[in-house]
């Protein structure tokens, strides 16, 4: 059984570009949530996705868009990028939508704006 | 809204010793809590987690966390330290909505020989 996988492990681009950035979800899981991490703080919730349909979304702007496949991989893509959006971004996938199940993490994309 | 506040950025303790993590909630209904634990250039792994089970929660790698409705806590612990605990870790509750976490914004566990 694989694990979240994400891709790319790190990235750099500049001020004004758009980036998608992609996620396997662990094989039986239907839930892939998007976190953004940046630098010596938590986690924070951008939004969820299940069976291709997001069901939830954080405070975040709308330049910040996703995707879930039939296979229930995940895309998210950020237009118009912004130094302030340099962070990790972590997918995490679950079996079930409630979170109250445990959410497994990918090992996250390093992205740097610049 | 449901948060966590986690008390101390950085806390170090020596090989052996008891690792006391504090984390604080908010919440206007019972919450569901968790730690994870974040290692160099890694995703979170799941310590534990609370869901209004038992009060005392036990966890991988020796840890255990204990929800304490009174003071609004869910602190946690493990009672000899060792080299390869070192990591950040992280408090989150889940939200109003049941479906995204909110994480505090760690603690760095420093282990010393």
């Known amino acids: 059984e694989t694990g979240v996988t994400q891709s790319p492990t790190h990235l750099i681009k500049t001020r004004g570009q758009q980036v998608t950035l992609r996620c396997s979800s662990q094989?039986?899981?239907?839930?892939v949530s998007w976190y953004q991490q940046a630098l010596g703080q938590g986690p924070q919730f951008i939004f969820q996705?299940?069976?291709?349909?997001?069901?939830g979304r954080g405070n975040f702007p709308p330049r910040f868009s996703g995707l879930q496949f039939p296979n229930y991989s995940s895309e998210l893509n950020v237009n118009a990028l912004e130094l302030d959006d340099s962070a990790l971004y972590l997918c995490?996938?679950?079996?079930?939508?409630?979170?109250?199940?445990?959410?497994?993490f990918g090992q996250g994309t390093r992205l740097t704006v610049v | 809204a449901q948060s966590v506040t986690q008390l101390g950025s950085h806390v170090s303790v020596s090989e052996g010793a008891l690792v006391l993590l504090r984390c604080n909630y908010s919440?206007?209904?019972?919450?569901?809590l968790f730690w994870y634990v974040q290692y160099p250039n890694q995703g979170l792994q799941l310590l534990l987690k609370?869901?209004?089970?038992?009060?005392l929660v036990k966890g991988i790698n020796g840890f255990e966390a204990e929800f304490k409705k009174s003071e609004t806590s869910f602190h946690l612990t493990k009672p000899s330290a060792h080299m390869s605990d070192a990591a950040e870790y992280f408090c989150?509750?889940?939200?109003?909505?049941?479906?995204?976490?909110?994480f505090g914004k760690g603690t760095s566990l420093l282990v010393t020989p």
């Open positions: 995490a996938s679950s079996p079930l939508v409630n979170v109250n199940t445990e959410a497994f």
């Open positions: 094989s039986g899981h239907n839930t």
């Open positions: 996705y299940y069976r291709e349909e997001e069901n």
């Open positions: 919440s206007s209904v019972p919450p569901y």
């Open positions: 609370y869901t209004s089970a038992a009060t």
């Open positions: 989150a509750v889940t939200q109003n909505s049941g479906y995204a976490l909110n």
